[in-house]
T-cell receptor, first 114, second 115 residues
Framework: AQRVTQPEKLLSVFKGAPVELKCNYS??????LFWYVQYSRQRLQLLLR??SRESIKGFTADLNKGETSFHLKKPFAQEEDSAMYYC????????????????FGKGTKLSVKP | ETGVTQSPTHLIKTRGQQVTLRCSSQ?????VSWYQQALGQGPQFIFQ???????GRGNFPPRFSGLQFPNYSSELNVNALELDDSALYLC??????????????FGSGTQLSVL
């Protein structure tokens, strides 16, 4: 079964501390992986995707196919990083045909304390 | 550039009723996806519309149906509402046909309460 697991409902860190939001997936193939973020009173928006290998707002995520993980990391957390973070998977079989079909985890709420 | 807009923002219905939710896609986008987000859960894919046809569906019963119009806007219809249909319904638009353009743009959602 295709599944995305985010084991932490809430992650609380102090400003300047490193942060790692965990994401594990279950999929018999090579999926596309994404991180979406929802700041307070804002819409859900794309943070980054694994195929781009980009760093957005200091966040990076590496796809580890051996461990089926796509953890989100930032070396020094900022208060403005406080938000709800969702890991999402899109089965490659749907690429180009149903690109809106994302499987989301339940999300992790990141709280960065001053 | 206008973003994804959804209406209404909130809605209260009773069990057994029918509901229609509306979504206007972002300018330049031709594909609309609908998601259901129950409290404390991540969004769950309902279906996607492209070229006015459904071209992908999640694990939702047929009483969840949709439409896409020539201007790419979309409706989500739910018949015979059940209490478990209470959730935030999200619409997301994207542009199919541009390689690598997998980015979804989400609306603010419609909060549906079924009593």
């Amino acid at each position: 079964a295709q599944r995305v697991t985010q084991p932490e409902k809430l992650l609380s860190v102090f400003k300047g501390a490193p942060v790692e939001l965990k994401c594990n997936y279950s999929y018999s193939g090579s999926p596309e992986l994404f991180w979406y973020v929802q700041y307070s009173r804002q819409r859900l928006q794309l943070l980054l995707r694994h195929i781009s290998r980009e760093s957005i707002k200091g966040f990076t995520a590496d796809l580890n196919k051996g461990e089926t993980s796509f953890h989100l990391k930032k070396p020094f957390a900022q208060e403005e990083d406080s938000a709800m973070y969702y890991c999402a998977l899109r089965p490659l079989m749907n690429y180009g045909g149903s690109q809106g079909n994302l499987i989301f985890g339940k999300g992790t709420k990141l709280s960065v304390k001053p | 550039e206008t973003g994804v807009t959804q209406s209404p923002t909130h809605l209260i219905k009773t069990r057994g009723q029918q509901v229609t939710l509306r979504c206007s896609s972002q300018s330049g986008h031709n594909t609309v996806s609908w998601y259901q987000q129950a409290l404390g859960q991540g969004p769950q894919f309902i279906f996607q519309y492209y070229r006015e046809e459904e071209n992908g569906r999640g694990n939702f019963p047929p009483r969840f149906s949709g439409l896409q119009f020539p201007n790419y806007s979309s409706e989500l219809n739910v018949n015979a509402l059940e209490l478990d249909d209470s959730a935030l319904y999200l619409c997301a638009s994207s542009r199919t046909g541009l390689p690598g353009n997998e980015k979804l743009f989400f609306g603010s959602g419609t909060q549906l309460s079924v009593l």
